[in-house]
């Protein structure tokens, strides 16, 4: 397959729209993704989840697309849509079969330029939203989670969930979600992805007709929020009532465009295998599980280093094995950890690190919807063409850079450790 | 889309379809042996999974951990499960790595040792995964739903994964012994991707077709469910929880049934289409009650469920159900307008080059065609089968297999 970078189409309208355009005619396929860059991120205290509330309301319709429109319209025309609102940016997708894109990307504009923020369907997307928190709140790991996170941070809205407080939730009104709309889902804030089977001089000449009337806003307020270094270790016990106990960890780091995000990365692989890509995690033969899983303390474990505008923590996590307990495994954790600290990885494991994120995003590389991911991905973190540059950045790290970043981070008085201890019924 | 594949049957009576696809750089093998959960009894459930779990985990030739080593070094994956009819295999690799992952898939179908050690490392994990599953509204609504529809007397009513009961009795000999009903006749592989037909024909023959146990196959016949006579209905309690899964259904077609095409495009409409089809759009749209409310129909070797679902606060489940079967007896007492039938036409239809742009999709698509004997034309007669249906045989599906009346109904939550 190819995927050179001269293949991308790259240029930015006059209200400030950034496009990237790739052909790709390997099916009749095609993905388009408006990204925004505004998520969990840009809130503040009293109005967190406002960011995804605003991406929930979004599907409620324009004049032109009314309420329950958008998604059958896509449906009857052979395609799936979807949206995410994550920490640092929120994303839509349709992904059509390629004679349908004009339908994709009239929604887009359409409802970056005239969604109806109705009262009434704010009310009921508020119970929608509530009972969506619910199910998160139903399940030990996302409690753990959110108690660990909010613990580790306590000024940088990192901190919170995505989907915001319980009590901010019952409190943000029509008004509050309406300016956060204008004021971050403008085209001076977003970058239009599209990838497949499509003819560039047609689709640019189709977004220009259709993007370009709509006017740039103000620019948004900049995210000025620092953490603070964390001066001594953090703990958090979590006891409800269930049946299996779990542990979580976090050690805060750097932000993507920092130069320890590829070793970061890196470490992630070797401890826990590669799987951002479009193959089966490949984790049985990383550290962690044979430290933790093999050994019969843990029945799932895993490591990630989330990449992300600003500082964002290393985390480990993992399910406890049904008779062993936090203790144990975080005891061999922590043996784990020394052994990163104290002697290099090997070139054997690095090799194979190496391999498995070639093949993987060789994978990623399968589907339209995952290349206009990818280039979005990129775009929100920095700059899209480290999608051509990618492999060969992760593949340089060397066993002393891994080595040098666990020694840096991975020290007592920067992390926060959470156990969900299970009071059984 | 070119819909051309190559077909060929080894020396054991495997049938081995091959579809090219020289875009990627991969290679996906989807594949199975007849006989799966359907074969396990109400005292040893999980006796299939927990088989194939231990099929990749030792060999004669290779450790569960070198097994690992080999196939994670070149990023591949190679795997053995179970589902209710089969035991799947199959994985995924780089085309320069293709005969490697035949080789490993081979030694797990033909050569597995079932470790004594590795066996107890993968109870535990078993147990732990289904103490988690004891904290999960939604698997345990779902769990008493099949058990309230079909008994455990049927396979359909069974956890596929075991029990708590169940998994800890299990030993290496019953193991051992359901490993060796296994047989190759009337199994299928399904290969996609950056390879050429003989050369995979040949690769597989080599591996595969010279398996031949002397056993006969297993009996795979599944006893007809008995229908529900009455409601039947079950609450399961889970102190600490925030909010309650439901799951309401009945029985409904095997997925080679007449009017299979009929129910799933009901369903479509139903619980599926835009947010969650009509389910969705009064349940979450309209009264703003759940994040997610759907219907589905699974079709399946036998009558497999059909039902509708949704995760709501514990205090409006009653009113939820009573929305569903509101639904329930529009759906049945009305045929579905013109639009909605048009719209599910177009969206199943359209939707195909979506579903086969991957190797991973058109393996699946070409596996479930060859099992359920639709036919090799099966992918471009697709969309006439879907054109054909109409408003009458979706409304003579819902009265047959639905009812606002007589069904089963499982909540768990606080």
Known sequence: MNNKRDEVVDYTLPNGLKVLLKPLHTAPVVSNWLWYRVGSRNELPG??????????????????????????????????????????YTAYFETLPSDRLDLGLRI??????????????????????????????????????????????????????????????????????????????GPHNAVLVVVGDIQIDRVQARIDELFGPIPAGPPPPPVQLKEPPQQSERRVIVRQPGN?????????????????????????????????????????????????????????????????????????????????????????????????????????????????????????????????????????????????????????????????????????????????????? | MNLTFAKYTLSNGITLIVKENHHAHSVVVRGYLPGGANLDTAEQVGLASFTSGMMRRGTEKHSYAEINEIVESVAASVYVNTGRHLTGFGGKSLAEDFKLLVELMADNLLCPTFPSAEIEKLRGQIITDLKEDEDDTRTMSGRYFRELLYTIDHPYGRPVDGTLK?????????????????HPQDGAVVVVGDVTGEEVYQILEAALGQWQPVHAPP???????????????????????????????????????????????????????????????????????????????????????????????????????????AEIRRFQAEPVSNEELADTQAYLTGVLPLQMETNEGVGTMLLDMYFYQLGDDYIARYPDLIKAVTREEIQAAAQKYLSDEVYALAVAGP
Not at chain 1, 110 to 137: C, F, H, K, P, Q
Not at chain 1, 164 to 176: E, F, S
Request: with cysteine; charged share 20%; aromatic share 12%.
């Open chain 2, 219 to 325: 009996d795979t016949v599944l006893p007809p469910p008995r229908p529900l006579t009455e409601k039947a209905v079950y609450l399961h309690r889970m102190p600490g929880k925030f909010q309650a899964d439901l799951v309401l259904g009945w029985l409904g077609p095997e997925r080679r049934a007449d009017d299979f095409y009929a129910a799933y495009i009901g369903n479509t409409i139903l619980g599926q289409l835009g947010l969650g089809g009509r389910i969705g759009q009064i349940v979450r749209d309209t009264e703003g009650m759940a994040y997610y409310a759907n219907a589905s129909v699974q079709g399946g070797g036998g009558p497999g469920p059909w039902y509708a679902f949704a995760g709501v606060n514990p205090q409006v489940v009653d009113k939820t159900v009573e929305l569903i079967l």
């Open chain 1, 108 to 185: 887009e504009s359409d409802r970056m330029a005239n969604s109806v923020i109705d009262l009434a369907e704010v009310e009921s997307e508020r119970t929608v939203i509530i009972a969506e928190r619910e199910g998160g709140e139903n399940e030990p790991e996302w409690v753990l989670y959110e108690e660990v996170m909010a613990t580790a941070f306590r000024v940088h809205p990192y901190g919170h969930m995505v989907i915001g407080w319980k009590d901010d939730l019952l409190n943000i009104t029509r008004n509050d979600l309406y300016q956060h709309y204008k004021m971050y889902y």
């Open chain 1, 244 to 425: 299996a106990a779990y542990f979580q960890s976090v050690y805060h780091t750097c932000a993507a465009a920092h130069e320890d995000a590829f070793p970061l990365m890196m470490l992630e692989a070797i401890l826990s295998g590669v799987s951002f890509g479009g193959g089966a995690p490949t984790h049985r033969s990383a550290r962690l599980y044979r430290a933790l899983v093999e050994t019969e303390i843990a029945a799932y474990v895993g490591a990630h280093y989330q990449t992300s505008l600003d500082p964002d923590p290393f985390r480990f996590y993992g399910t406890v094995r049904d008779g062993r307990s936090p203790a144990e495994f975080e005891a061999v954790l922590d043996t784990e950890i020394e052994r990163l600290r104290r002697e290099p990885v090997t070139e054997e494991e690095l090799a194979r690190a190496r391999k498995q994120v070639r093949a993987q995003f060789a994978y990623t590389l399968e589907r339209v919807s995952s290349q206009a991911q990818w280039l979005g991905l990129m775009e929100m973190l920095g700059d899209w063409r480290q999608f051509d540059t990618f492999v060969d950045n992760l593949s340089a790290v060397t066993a002393v850079e891994v080595q040098r970043v666990a020694q840096q981070y991975f020290t007592p008085s920067n992390r926060t450790v959470g156990w969900f201890e299970p009071i059984r019924g």
């Open chain 1, 47 to 88: 109005k967190t989840g406002i960011s995804h509330w605003v991406e929930h309301m979004m599907f409620k319709g324009t004049p032109t697309f009314p309420k329950g429109s958008i998604m059958l319209e896509v449906n009857r025309n052979g395609g799936v849509l979807n949206g995410f609102t994550s920490h640092d």
């Open chain 2, 166 to 182: 169940s998994i800890p009795l299990l030993t290496r000999a019953d193991l051992l012994d359901f490993y060796h009903r296994l």
